[in-house]
């Protein structure tokens, strides 16, 4: 095993969407996929008190407004469950999207400043909803920031019905 490889273990490998998700639009689970591609690409994750047996595979439910982190080792053993409440997070999300449909707006109408106005606004709540989920998952399980905007992607994207 090279050393690279033992510097790994505190990340995801896989994750998966629970039926209680459900299915949406093509254009949705498109960008589902993407976003858990990018997830697994580059990640940085470790629930806290683990004796360090990653990598990890996480698997993503909602139940009410909440939203479940059952996380896995690689052989499907059980290492935790944290359970976060959306509340916190529901008001970024959904600005987030009324931002990103008046980006998608602009780019067809717009003028350059006026887009870039508009995606720096987006990036900024991007990362206070990064920011967010961080500190949500504090003391629970250890990511880094470009984790946190990886997974906010995809909290985000599992809130649209298309």
């Known amino acids: 095993m090279s050393g690279h490889h033992h510097q790994n273990r505190n990340r995801l490998i896989d994750v998966e969407l629970d039926e209680s998700i459900g299915r949406s639009t093509p254009d949705v689970e498109h960008e589902r996929a993407v976003a858990i591609f990018d997830l697994i690409e580059e990640n940085s994750f470790r629930p806290v008190n ?65 887009i870039e106005a508009i995606d720096m606004g987006r990036r900024g709540l991007h990362n206070e909803g990064s920011q967010t989920l961080m500190d949500r998952l504090a003391g629970k399980i250890e990511i880094d920031f470009d984790t946190a905007r990886r997974l906010f992607t995809l909290v985000c994207v599992l809130h649209w019905r298309g």
């Open 50 to 114: 683990d004796d360090g047996a990653g990598p990890y595979k996480l698997k993503l439910s909602l139940a009410e407004s909440r939203l479940v982190f059952a996380v896995s080792r690689q052989d499907d053993a059980e290492v935790v469950t944290h359970i976060l409440s959306l509340t916190p997070l529901r008001r970024i999300v959904k600005d987030y999207y009324l931002i990103c449909e008046s980006y998608y707006e602009a780019i067809r109408s717009s003028t350059p400043s006026h």
